[in-house]
């Protein structure tokens, strides 16, 4: 088997060839079109038609999702994908077998079937980016909700302002852009110099500002895993990004969690955090399970 997988965001499409065990023959990477959907159609055909023998199509994408129907009921990142029968269209352009699920979802799927997750019933699944995604995983399952929407945590209010702009909602907040910004606020950087590895090396240096920092997030963070586990009771929350490639953010967010059970006047289930299995490939690792489970 050989099949087409490909995970779409707002700026690039990760495009691989993989057979059933997961194995990658090819691999690329080309600019996400910003024109409208007629581009992205033609540029995923373009793709399948220069595999030539692929038995069909896998893709991530962000956006509210119905995988049963093929259709984008909210584009995220691509807004241009809004209500948008996206599997119709672009089965109109390569006549093959299609699945399109969310992204977050597919990283989940990873995780669940074949990553840190495989021994859990349920499970929740963090992906730290631009902002962050969230996949509830039910009996070793995605679990969706009536309206394809559960698990999406960017959209959770922060706070009770009437003002419901980007910074209201938890993943404009607290994505890594949000990060990046609040330390080269207190430096006085440039934020174009900043990224990751310039904090985590600046925390290893033991910089107080940029450990109040890492403090200042995580703790938030923390909040909000205490807030996931006292809903769902999960058996395990999986984390994943780009955050995750420095251990000191998962140590900081273990600490803060800790310390919320310790401080709280009640007897909770306390969420124990793993570490995703897969990275990058995760969410292309799990278009191809969501495929598999349903073609």
């Given at each position: 088997?050989?099949?087409?997988?490909?995970?779409?965001?707002?700026?690039?499409?990760?495009?691989?060839?993989?057979?059933?065990?997961?194995?990658?023959?090819?691999?690329?990477?080309?600019?996400?079109p910003?024109?409208?959907?007629?581009?992205?159609?033609?540029?995923?055909?373009?793709?399948?038609?220069?595999?030539?023998?692929?038995?069909?199509?896998?893709?991530?994408?962000?956006?509210?999702?119905?995988?049963?129907n093929?259709?984008?009921?909210?584009?995220?990142?691509?807004?241009?994908?809004?209500?948008?029968?996206?599997?119709?269209?672009?089965?109109?352009?390569?006549?093959?077998?299609?699945?399109?699920?969310?992204?977050?979802?597919?990283?989940?799927?990873?995780?669940?079937?074949?990553?840190?997750?495989?021994?859990?019933?349920?499970?929740?699944?963090?992906?730290?980016?631009?902002?962050?995604?969230?996949?509830?995983?039910?009996?070793?399952?995605?679990?969706?909700?009536?309206?394809?929407?559960?698990?999406?945590?960017?959209?959770?209010?922060?706070?009770?302002?009437n003002?419901?702009?980007?910074?209201?909602f938890?993943?404009?907040?607290?994505?890594?852009?949000?990060?990046?910004?609040?330390?080269?606020?207190?430096?006085?950087?440039?934020?174009?110099?900043?990224?990751?590895?310039?904090?985590?090396?600046?925390?290893?240096?033991?910089?107080?500002e940029?450990?109040?920092?890492?403090?200042?997030?995580?703790?938030?963070i923390?909040?909000?895993?205490?807030?996931?586990?006292?809903?769902?009771?999960?058996?395990?929350?999986?984390?994943?990004?780009?955050?995750?490639?420095?251990p000191?953010?998962?140590?900081?967010?273990?600490?803060?969690?800790?310390?919320?059970?310790?401080?709280?006047?009640?007897?909770l289930?306390?969420?124990?955090?793993?570490?995703?299995?897969?990275?990058?490939?995760?969410?292309?690792?799990?278009?191809?399970?969501?495929?598999?489970?349903?073609?």
């Amino acid at each position: 088997m050989k099949v087409l997988v490909v995970d779409i965001d707002g700026t690039y499409m990760k495009y691989a060839c993989m057979d059933e065990y997961m194995n990658i023959k090819q691999r690329g990477k080309i600019f996400t079109p910003q024109e409208g959907r007629n581009e992205l159609i033609e540029a995923v055909a373009r793709l399948y038609e220069a595999v030539n023998d692929a038995e069909g199509i896998a893709i991530s994408m962000p956006g509210i999702i119905d995988s049963e129907n093929g259709y984008c009921a909210m584009g995220g990142a691509l807004r241009y994908n809004d209500n948008f029968y996206f599997r119709q269209a672009l089965y109109e352009r390569c006549k093959t077998k299609i699945h399109i699920e969310n992204n977050a979802k597919c990283a989940a799927m990873a995780e669940a079937a074949v990553g840190s997750l495989i021994d859990s019933a349920d499970g929740f699944v963090l992906i730290f980016s631009t902002m962050i995604g969230g996949g509830y995983i039910k009996d070793h399952q995605i679990y969706k909700g009536k309206h394809f929407a559960a698990g999406e945590v960017s959209y959770i209010i922060l706070n009770s302002s009437n003002n419901l702009s980007d910074e209201n909602f938890f993943g404009r907040s607290f994505g890594i852009p949000k990060l990046l910004k609040r330390y080269s606020e207190i430096k006085n950087m440039d934020i174009e110099t900043v990224d990751l590895l310039t904090i985590f090396d600046a925390v290893k240096r033991s910089e107080s500002e940029a450990i109040n920092c890492l403090q200042w997030y995580t703790q938030e963070i923390a909040i909000r895993i205490f807030n996931l586990q006292t809903v769902l009771d999960v058996e395990k929350f999986a984390l994943g990004g780009e955050l995750l490639l420095y251990p000191t953010f998962m140590e900081y967010v273990k600490r803060n969690l800790n310390k919320l059970y310790l401080e709280c006047p009640f007897q909770l289930p306390k969420a124990e955090l793993v570490k995703c299995k897969f990275s990058e490939d995760a969410n292309l690792i799990g278009a191809l399970q969501c495929y598999l489970s349903k073609i």
